[in-house]
Every structure is written in structure tokens, then in C-alpha cells.
């Protein structure tokens, strides 16, 4: 009988420790969609915002999509790229045209003739020069972080095709 009596005690931990794992996989996942402040984030003011951004990595080009949340003052933007976790030489100065380590002509909100803010469904890409290291290749994983000021809004990761 005393054996009968602890099979529901052992289920309800193997639940429980079911629910924390599958908590952390959830907050894991959350790393991507970031908490910072303001309406355009970097504009000021307390009112709490989330964004959210995808990554494309084909060849030499990297473009990172403003998936949701707030416009970001691209004056503030600042990213930093890294290859199997080692950040490149050269990190773009966004936005901008021509830089060190990248060629020429970055698209949309990177481009320094951009509009201004970096809305939900627009993209920015840069095309990594040939002079910075280490090489994007094949099968290698970039990882890019968002930031607006000092503060990090997202990381996202995705592996170069």
C-alpha cells in the first residue's frame, strides 16, 4: 500500500520538473525579443516597448529584418556582428555608405540615405568585405546583437548558406 501512496507524489514532481524545464526553454527563446524604452526606442521616454528581428545570412551579405515593436531611431542603432562567437574586425557604423570591412552601399534603414526610423517589416543588410575577418562561410554561425545607445534590444543567430 505504502508504494501505492507515492506514485502520485513522483508524478506530480515529474511534472513539475517538466513545467521548469520547459519554462526555461520558453525564457531562452525570449532572448531574441528584447525590453527597452520608448515609442521609437532611444527617443526617451519610460513607456516599456519590445522589439523583434530575424536573420538572413547568404554569402558575404548578412540583412537583419525589424520583425516588431517600435520604429528604432537609426541614428542610435548601433550592431555588432560576430562569426562562431568571435566579433568581426571591422563593425558596421550604421547607418552609412562606405565603411571599413564592408562593401559599399548597405540597403534600407543601414543605407545613410535611409528615411530615419527602422520600422516593423523593414530590412537592413551590409555585405562583409573581403578585408574583414573572420570570413563568413558556409555552415558557420553569425550571430548580430541590436543595439539603440548602450542598451541591447535583441540577439539573433542564424547560419550562413
Known amino acids: 500500500m505504502t508504494e501505492r501512496g507515492t506514485a502520485p507524489v513522483v508524478g506530480v514532481v515529474v511534472l513539475l520538473a517538466a513545467g521548469l524545464a520547459l519554462g526555461g526553454v520558453v525564457a531562452a527563446g525570449a532572448e531574441a ?4 524604452t520608448g515609442q521609437e526606442l ?9 522589439i523583434a528581428v530575424s536573420l538572413a545570412v547568404d554569402g558575404d551579405t548578412i ?3 525589424h520583425q516588431a515593436g517600435p520604429a528604432l531611431d537609426v ?13 568581426l574586425a571591422h563593425q558596421p557604423p550604421v547607418p ?9 552601399g548597405p540597403t534600407g534603414p543601414f543605407n545613410v540615405a ?8 523593414e530590412t537592413g543588410a551590409v555585405r562583409i568585405a573581403g ?17 539603440v545607445g548602450d542598451e ?9 548558406g
Open 33 to 36: 525579443v528584447a525590453t527597452a
Open 42 to 50: 532611444g527617443g526617451g521616454t519610460d513607456a516599456p516597448a519590445s
Open 63 to 65: 540583412a537583419v529584418t
Open 75 to 87: 541614428s542610435r542603432v548601433r550592431l555588432r556582428i560576430a562569426v562562431d562567437g568571435t566579433p
Open 96 to 104: 552609412f555608405f562606405a565603411a571599413e570591412g564592408f562593401r559599399a
Open 114 to 121: 535611409s528615411d530615419g526610423p527602422w520600422r516593423p517589416g
Open 131 to 147: 578585408t574583414n575577418r573572420p570570413e563568413v562561410e558556409p555552415g558557420r554561425t553569425v550571430s548580430v546583437t541590436v543595439y
Open 152 to 160: 541591447r534590444v535583441a540577439t539573433v543567430r542564424g547560419t550562413a
